[in-house]
């Protein structure tokens, strides 16, 4: 009886490489999520009523202290 698993693919991690720089797919989607994260937080913030200053804030602090 022949057990038909799904084979893993092979992808390569790597996005591009500049010279010794290489950018991987993660840190991409890293890139994707804070952008969509303060684009969203920027929206909302123009409601009446929301600390618009703060959200702001957060997020980039919030960004720096991940790369750090």
């Known amino acids: 009886m022949s057990q038909g698993f799904i084979e893993f693919p092979n ?9 010794p720089l290489s950018v991987r797919w993660y840190g991409l989607m890293y890139l994707v999520g804070f952008a969509f994260a303060l684009w ?10 929301s600390v618009g200053h703060v959200s702001k804030s957060l997020i980039c602090c919030l960004l720096v202290f991940l790369v750090w």
């Open 40 to 49: 969203l937080a920027n929206r909302r913030a123009d409601k009446p009523g």
């Open 11 to 19: 992808i390569d991690p790597v996005l591009f490489s500049i010279g």
